[in-house]
């Protein structure tokens, strides 16, 4: 299993470009990395997925080293809206079995100031 | 994206009844479906992976009688929190995940979660 490590809480003001670094030491070979933003009395929802080097999308950015043991999820320019708890999940995703070895952490909780 | 739809989004109820809770995917189809508990300030827990036309797959520790689950279609997965108690009071989610998706990485879609009280 995967485990991973990730600040409890982080604070920033609008604006900003927020990092959020996950450490995942013990990544298997087969293993997507991916993150997860949840607001409060709602399911979690998608942000990014990667496999290495860098992903970015339309809300966020994925910087992954070649050693693949840590991640940082880059959101730029934050606003309030962004205030929400953030998670980082490793496993090999494709395989729905293992979606039970999935282990969720309390996540980043990111609170955005104006 | 893919919708996945709970309902209902709150239920209060009294000690000592049952409590169902709906999981659709709205436009795709799931043949798995999973259920996680998330208690105040605390993160996802998974309860169980529920197949459809099979038996769910139950994690150590969740009782199998007390929180039944059906998944009786490709877009319906349903959990039944049998003889309520203040102590199941807590945020339900299911996920689910599109079965003819073709991207490798096994996106997971999530409900809008169900928040159960019971008095």
């Not at chain 1, 490793?90 to 955005?112: C, E, F, P, Q, Y």
């Not at chain 2, 990485?105 to 159960?116: A, I, M, N, Q, V």
């Amino acid at each position: 299993l995967a485990k991973t490590t990730q600040p409890i809480s982080m604070d920033s003001y609008e604006g900003q470009e927020v990092n959020i670094t996950c450490s995942h030491n013990n990544i298997a070979t087969n293993d997507y990395i991916t993150w997860y933003q949840q607001f409060p009395s709602q399911g979690p929802r998608f942000i990014i997925q990667g496999y290495k080097t860098k992903v970015t999308n339309e809300v966020a950015s994925l910087f992954i080293p070649a050693d693949r043991k840590s991640s940082t999820l880059s959101l730029p320019r934050v606003s309030l809206s962004d205030t929400a708890v953030y998670y980082c999940l490793v496993g090999d995703m494709a395989n729905a079995g293992n979606n039970r070895k999935l282990i969720w952490g309390l996540g980043t909780s990111l609170a955005v100031n104006p | 994206g893919a919708v996945v739809s709970q309902h209902p989004s709150w239920v209060i109820c009294k000690s000592g009844t049952s409590v169902k809770i709906e999981c659709r995917s709205l436009d795709f189809q799931a043949t798995t479906m999973f259920w996680y508990r998330q208690f105040p300030k605390q993160s996802l827990m998974l309860m169980a992976t529920s197949n459809e036309g099979s038996k769910a797959t139950y994690e150590q520790g969740v009782e199998k009688d007390k929180f039944l689950i059906n998944h009786a279609s490709l877009t319906l997965s349903t959990l039944t929190v049998t003889s309520a108690h203040p102590e199941d009071s807590s945020f339900y989610i299911c996920s689910a995940r599109d079965r003819t998706s073709g991207r490798v990485t096994g996106e997971l879609f999530f409900g809008e979660g169900s928040r159960l009280t019971v008095l």
